[in-house]
């Protein structure tokens, strides 16, 4: 009896001697299996954040490259509402050409010439079965009593020059009538050269009546009587001139 508490003691004092030994030895293989972690490591949870630099800078480049899209943008933008205005401009512009009496052909040598379209027309020539000639009033503005007009919104400049002409399509043929001096209101009574085959005369190229003559017939356009078929020449004519160009009928 006494040796059996004798062998449980024994046993009991090995299992405390041999217990703290065991979990000595498990330590160290614990501690060298754990992974090495850094300060920042340790302080941030195991995860390195970027530095705060580096977020800023990254902002920085970013932001920088939306300015610069969006400089882009308004850059085309306003090329696109400056290339709309200036449409819009001549569209305007070329609406008040068509409206004005006035019709602005060119400028040269410091005067501005205009076609008086109220009083230009077309009209056959003599001596031709079908031929037509235009006849043209053109106003020779000079440029500064032009720009004092335009300023002053008054449509008759202080002086001008009035000039006469007859012109042939067809043929490429210019006939001077008459010119005349304005200041204020041109008066009627004019003296002008009578109407004379001999006076045609054929145009210079380059000439200033070479200019006028093409600016002309593109301002006139097509001739009235211009047209295909047995009306031919009849367009634009009343029944009297059809007659009387025509059926050769005096009324």
Sequence with gaps: MNRAKRL?????????????????QAAPEETAAAPHRTADETQTGG?????????????????QQKAERDAQKAAKKAVRDQKKAEKKAAKEEKKRQKAARFKRLFVDNGFTYYLDS???????????????????WVRLVEDAADSASAETGD???GKYFLEHYYLSPTR??????SELEVTGRPENAIHERPYDPANWEHLVPGSIEDD???AIV??????????????SGTSGMSLRDMLEEFGRISL
């Design 8 to 24: 449980a003691a024994g046993l009991l004092a090995a299992l405390v001697f041999v217990l703290p030994l065991a979990g000595a």
């Design 47 to 63: 995860l390195k954040s970027a530095p705060p630099e580096a977020k800023t800078a990254k902002d920085a480049a970013r932001a």
């Design 118 to 136: 109220k009083n230009s027309r077309w009209l056959p020539r003599p001596n031709s079965n079908s031929e037509r000639m235009i006849e043209a």
């Design 155 to 157: 449509a008759r400049p």
């Design 172 to 177: 490429r043929e210019i006939m001077f009538i």
């Design 212 to 214: 006028l003559f093409d």
């Design 218 to 231: 593109a301002q006139m356009k097509q001739a009235p009587g211009e047209r295909r078929g047995a009306l």
